[in-house]
């Protein structure tokens, strides 16, 4: 079944087209690659799903609602949870600290039963605690629990992104470029970790340059150029597709 | 014994005996001048624990917060001296009122940051003091306001300066109790991440336009208390105390103290308020060496507070947590 | 109201607009160089009028005292950049709003102790009657003031578009990296442009000082107005923040000719909240959405 199906989607900015027209589906419980050469208009694309960008045109739907004119935390709230290129971890806090402000949308706190610590708070309180124990060690980051996010080695940052993003309880997980800057083993790790949280039901789409990562995990790709489709299927046939070799010439050897 | 004081346990038990202390304050003394001095304190601590959230938390700079005192004051000082409206009801008023302007300016001023929103929050506070000059019906202008009542409940007035003292401060330690909660909970660490990274916040589903207005309003609300007992404390007020130099030597208070700190902010407002006393704490001084350091107020405060982000960005806090033996780092510093 | 009253208040106007120009070319060249605000400029507002009128008494002839005062406060502001923006310039906003307005609070707090609590006055600079021009009379320093400031625009101009500071200050408003790919000194032009912002405020300081009379706490009243003025412009451009200026000043002029005087303060805030929140970008601002 279509989890996510965007459709006819388009972004100027000025007077460039960073995505023209992409339409594709992704199906519950799938990991789907999104690849493309740099400035093909992948995290553009991100940004337009969470409702981080407003598309100009086209259309994208979730879960059979429609997500146009959602703002980034409505989106997050109706199931949809990203990380970033660039981390956006909360530096001063804890790894714990990070993923528990990802248990946001599904506590209930506010300032008030905060302010008096009503049990009602405390049990929630040690609830959302146990469960980002839980998290931590589904990513492996459980020994940065009580690190300062500053001070944790940069491929468990990307780590940490994850399980605050798994945090939110989405059923569509979007990893922007979680391979870069990852070691070959943190890589590994990454691939294990990112098959385990499919199979506990959630669906992955992901950003990747680490073609090796992308032929391993993902059961389709698609491939951007320049802001449009240029292919999609399963990794074996994209692999030979003449203009997805074509799009990559001149880019470094991507197939590892 | 002395393995039983690790820095977790002092921190713990600090708060708890500096609460002894205060309280046992006047059974030791009868001294007007200290209680009058130490009730400075106590609301100046109230107002710092609002803007320590704003400010120091949530990371959004007000340079408008003594106008909310100033808000707070005049409404509780004209309808209890003007309208004999009960005072609880006229510090209740004073509060919400505070809360509600808070509210107001918040809302257009989500778009702005940093530099932008310092500069409308100045604004405001300027437009306030020329409102609390020119609103002579309500406000008696540059005269100010005089024969505000003292505190009372029903029939039981709380009239003396140790009464009063003892008020503001429980009042005080209210709102740091109610505010070390917030921080530890849901809408406190959401402060923090918006503070870290308003991107990541979003993406963790935390609406920050809400979230901003919400601890505006809050911050603005406790300023607006602490106003209020101001006005029933000192029975006169007048424009020039609710001035930007008052807001300014605020946001210097959670500066020396620390970003991402109660208690560092906290210590900071005490030793600050305390400066220009030191009298009242230290009997002995020279009349000639208050004087001084009186006229040199401002200038310490200025020197500090550029000294504390040159060289010590974590200010007191991150001091106490080193001499405390605990890491500094992630230890807030302003951002 | 007839016309010579009207001019009149035209007059007083633009004579307050000028002053406003200056002070807001200041901001401007130091957010154009920076991207900060500093909260520091009314400060040297402050300072131009105190050190005339300490030059005055200490037997200075009055043009080297307001040439001194000039050359002093831009040293002033070169140095405060140097010891207290550089070392952290690398932080966010906060941190150097924060440094600016300690700055601005151990400036004001300096000159009362230089030059005491008092409100003091600068001799004119060419005494004698007022002008009198079509029924409004106008006094001979208000000429001096408009003299002033443009002299002091088209230097800045000419130092914008023909030197080659100009184009590294223009550079550094783009992108810092950029410029300095094009090896150009930014640590340098960033010390300049605070250097020309304070010589700038100065400048409006001891124009308008024989006129208004100065004090150690006129500093952020005109910092305040004078970023009005450079927001109601549009923050960045020198053209608009000599506009945004005069602009304000008529506002203000009119406002008490036809309003009361009241409020005349208020004006400048309302104005400032106004565009604060219904157009940042100020009046000849391009519209510029903020990239995720």
Redesign the interface.
């Known amino acids: 079944m279509s989890l996510l199906s965007v459709r006819g989607i388009s972004k100027r900015f000025g007077g460039l087209t960073a995505v023209d027209d992409v339409s594709f589906e992704v199906f519950e419980g799938t990991i789907k690659a999104l690849i493309g050469p740099n400035g093909a208009g992948k995290s553009t694309l991100f940004?337009l799903l969470?409702g981080?960008?407003r598309p100009d045109a086209g259309s994208v739907s979730f879960g059979g609602t429609a997500l146009g004119g959602k703002?980034?935390?409505e989106v997050?709230?109706v199931g949809l949870?990203?990380?970033?290129q660039n981390t956006?971890?909360?530096?001063?806090?804890?790894g714990a600290?990070n993923v528990?402000?990802?248990?946001?949308?599904t506590?209930?706190?506010?300032?008030m039963?905060?302010?008096?610590?009503l049990p009602s708070?405390r049990a929630?309180?040690r609830d959302a605690r146990e469960r980002v124990g839980h998290l931590l060690r589904l990513v492996g980051a459980d020994q940065y629990a009580d690190?300062?996010?500053?001070?944790v080695p940069h491929g468990v940052r990307r780590l940490l992104e994850i399980a605050?993003?798994l945090?939110?309880s989405p059923r569509l997980l979007l990893l922007d470029e979680p391979a870069a800057g990852l070691n070959n083993a943190e890589t590994r790790t990454l691939a294990t970790c990112l098959r385990r949280i499919r199979d506990d039901g959630i669906t992955i789409l992901v950003v990747e340059h680490d073609m090796g990562l992308v032929m391993d995990v993902s059961e389709e790709i698609v491939v951007l150029d320049r802001g449009r489709k240029i292919a999609e299927g399963p990794p074996l046939l994209i692999q030979k597709d003449a203009a997805v070799i074509e799009a990559y010439l001149g880019e470094e050897a991507v197939y590892a | 014994m002395a393995r039983f004081l690790t820095p977790r346990i002092l921190g713990r038990a600090l708060p708890v005996v500096a609460c002894g202390v205060l309280f046992l304050v006047p059974m030791l003394t009868d001294d007007r001048y200290l209680f009058k001095v130490l009730t400075f304190v106590g609301l100046n601590v109230i107002v710092i624990a609002g803007l320590a959230l704003l400010f120091g938390f949530a990371g959004q700079i007000s340079l408008g917060h003594a106008a909310f005192v100033g808000i707070g004051a005049y409404t509780c000082g004209y309808l209890t001296a003007a309208r004999g409206v009960p005072w609880i009801v006229a510090v209740i008023a004073g509060t919400v009122l505070a809360g509600v302007g808070g509210f107001l300016l918040a809302i257009p001023s989500l778009r702005l940051k940093g530099h932008y929103l310092a500069m409308a929050t100045l604004g405001f506070n300027e437009i306030m003091s020329v409102l609390f000059v020119e609103l002579r019906p309500v406000t008696g202008g540059n005269d100010g306001l005089r024969g505000i009542p003292f505190a009372s409940i029903g029939a039981w007035k709380i009239d003396t300066p140790a009464g009063n003292y003892l008020l503001v401060w429980g009042v005080a330690v209210v709102v740091l109790l109610?505010?070390a909660?917030?921080i530890?909970?849901?809408?406190?660490?959401?402060m923090?991440?918006l503070?870290?990274?308003e991107?990541?916040?979003?993406?963790?589903?935390?609406?920050?336009g809400r979230l901003k207005t919400?601890v505006f309003a809050?911050s603005a609300g406790i300023a607006g208390l602490a106003g209020a007992l101001y006005a029933s404390s000192v029975g006169f007020i007048s424009p020039s105390t609710f001035s930007l130099e008052f807001s300014v030597l605020l946001i210097a208070m959670v500066v020396i103290g620390g970003a991402?700190s109660l208690a560092g902010p906290v210590a900071a407002c005490a030793l600050l308020t305390l400066l220009p006393y030191a009298d009242a704490l230290i009997p002995g001084l020279s009349k000639e060496l208050i004087a001084l350091i009186q006229d040199w107020e401002a200038d310490i405060s200025g020197f500090v507070m550029i000294l504390v982000l040159l060289f010590a960005p974590g200010g007191l806090a991150a001091l106490g947590r080193r001499l405390g033996g605990t890491?500094a780092?992630?230890?807030?510093?302003v951002q | 109201m007839n016309s010579a009253e009207l001019l009149q208040f035209v007059a007083s106007g633009l004579q307050n607009g000028a002053v406003y120009a200056l002070v807001a070319l200041g901001f401007t060249l130091v957010y154009a160089s920076t991207g900060i605000i500093n909260f520091a400029q009314g400060e040297f507002f402050m300072l131009g009028g105190m050190l005339a009128v300490a030059g005055v008494r200490a037997g200075l002839p009055l043009p080297f005292a307001a040439l001194a005062s000039v050359v002093l406060t831009a040293s002033i502001g070169l140095l405060f950049e140097r010891v207290a923006l550089r070392p952290r310039r690398d932080s966010g906003p906060t941190v150097l709003i924060i440094i600016t307005i300690g700055g601005s609070m151990v400036m004001k707090s300096l000159a009362r102790h230089a030059f005491g609590p008092n409100e003091l006055s600068l001799p004119p600079f060419s005494p004698g009657v007022p002008i009198v021009f079509a029924g409004a009379s106008i006094d001979r320093q208000v000429l001096w003031i408009w003299g002033l400031t443009i002299v002091a625009v088209v230097a800045l101009t000419f130092l914008y578009s023909k030197t080659k500071l100009g184009r590294a200050m223009r550079a550094c408003s783009l992108s810092h990296d950029a410029a300095r790919l094009m090896g150009i000194d930014t640590a340098r032009v960033v010390m300049i442009s605070f250097g020309l912002a304070a010589a700038l405020g100065a400048l409006g300081g001891v124009a308008v000082a024989p006129l208004t009379q100065t004090a150690f706490d006129v500093g952020s009243r005109a910092g305040l107005k004078g970023f009005a003025a450079a927001i109601l412009g549009g923050l960045g451009n020198p053209i608009a923040a000599v506009v945004g200026g005069l602009v304000l000043g008529l506002l203000e002029s009119l406002s008490v000719a036809f309003i009361s005087s009241t409020y005349k303060d208020a004006i400048s805030l309302v104005v400032l909240l106004a565009v604060l929140f219904l157009r940042p970008q100020g009046l000849l601002g391009k519209s510029r959405r903020e990239k995720?």
């Open positions: 940004n969470t981080f960008e703002r980034p935390h997050v709230r949870a990203r990380t970033f956006q971890l909360f530096e001063e806090m804890t600290e528990l402000v990802g248990m946001h949308p506590m209930r706190t506010g300032f039963a905060g302010a008096l610590r708070t929630e309180e690190t300062p996010a500053a001070d605050r993003a945090a939110t | 109610l505010t909660n917030i530890r909970t849901r809408p406190g660490r959401a923090r991440a503070h870290g990274s991107l990541g916040a979003l993406a963790s589903g935390v609406d920050t919400e809050l991402g890491s780092r992630g230890a807030g510093g | 995720v």
